[in-house]
Structures are given as C-alpha cells and as structure tokens.
C-alpha cells in the first residue's frame, strides 16, 4: 500500500481559475497543523461506514461521532460536481449534517465530530480534490457547531486517514462489506463495584 502526497498543481493552475477558488483547499501541512483529533480506532470507524453506505468510487460518507466515537448520525451522497471545489463541498456537506443531526452552535465548545469518508479512483496520496474536501469540511463543521475530524480516502489499495499515515489495506472500495455486527465492538458494561458489578458479570455470562 502506497502512502504519502502528491505533489499539488495548486501553483499550475489555469489562467481562468480564479484566486478564490484556487486557495479553497488546504495543504497536507495545514491540515497537520490544525490540531485534527485522532481517532482511538479508525479501522472500527471505516468498517463501520462502509457497512452501513458500502461507498463507490466518487461517494462521500459524512459521520457524525460522539465523545466515545459512536456514530451519532452518519449520511453518504455521490460527487456530482465537474470541478473539485471547497466551497462547493462545503454547501454539499452542510446540506447532508443538517439533514441528519441537529446543530450544536449554541454550544460554547464542540463535544461532537464530523469525519468525512471519501471513496475514489486514484492511489492514497493526497491530492487537489482531497484538499478541498478538508476545506470543506472544516467549513462545514464550523457552521453547524462540531469539531472537524478525520478526512479518511477510500481507494482500491485500501483505506488511509490523511495527515496521520495511519491506514489498512481492508476495507477497500471493491471489498464486500462486513457484516454490520462484526464492524462494531458492543459497547461495555457500565462500571460499577460491590453487589451491582456481580450481577452484571453472571447476566453476561449468560
């Protein structure tokens, strides 16, 4: 499995592309530098995604995740746009978050995630269109009061999590999903002590 960027043609654009437009994607340093929380458990988190949207090349999954990374509310929609532009993935995100989930604005400090899943052709290297996906999610999570987590691509050489060089080869965009009980651990037993902690063990063990 191949990691690691290509080098951008932010600096090669067209005469006709606009400034604006051009400067609407972020770089894999800034996104490094933007303080992303890491995922404990990435590879549960894309299972789990991919069990429940099985994405195609050029399908965007969008999750939301609360504090103990449990998938709030998660949607998928496929690119139609011509040209990769931040903006617009922005407007296509924020359509999708307030469709599924309340926002948080009145909230002082975010307490949930947004992580964007994107399924497409092409190596695991990053890209222009990867770049304006992160701008866009940034953006979007902003306006709707989350905090911006992980961009992951999903390509035929398997999946990665972009600025942190973590990644697997399964699933992969031509992979049969798993099934959706085996994508996610059950959530533990509450902790408590004495006669309440004994209890729970033998109903368990049942």
Do not use: K
Request: with cysteine; net charge positive.
């Amino acid at each position: 499995m191949t990691f690691g960027f290509a080098p951008s043609s932010a600096a090669s654009l067209s005469p006709s592309t606009s400034v604006t437009s051009a400067t609407r994607l972020l770089e894999p340093a800034e996104w490094a530098a933007a303080g992303i929380p890491l995922l404990r458990n990435p590879r549960e988190v894309v299972s789990g995604l991919h069990s429940r949207h099985r994405p195609r090349p050029a399908t965007a999954v969008v999750a939301v995740l609360d504090p103990d990374e449990r998938v709030r509310a998660s949607a998928s929609f496929t690119r139609r746009q011509a040209s990769s532009d931040g903006w617009m993935f922005r407007n296509a995100l924020l359509a999708q978050l307030r469709r599924v989930i309340p926002h948080d604005l009145r909230l002082r400090t975010p307490v949930r995630t947004a992580v964007l899943l994107y399924c497409r052709d092409g190596d695991a290297r990053w890209t222009e269109e990867d770049g304006a996906w992160m701008w866009g999610l940034r953006d979007a999570c902003t306006l709707h009061g989350l905090r911006c987590g992980a961009y992951i691509t999903l390509t035929r050489d398997g999946w990665q999590v972009l600025g942190e060089g973590r990644g697997g080869r399964r699933p992969h965009a031509d992979s049969t999903p798993e099934p959706f009980a085996l994508s996610e651990a059950p959530p533990p037993l509450p902790r408590t002590g004495g006669a309440a902690s004994e209890v729970l063990r033998r109903a368990a063990a049942r």
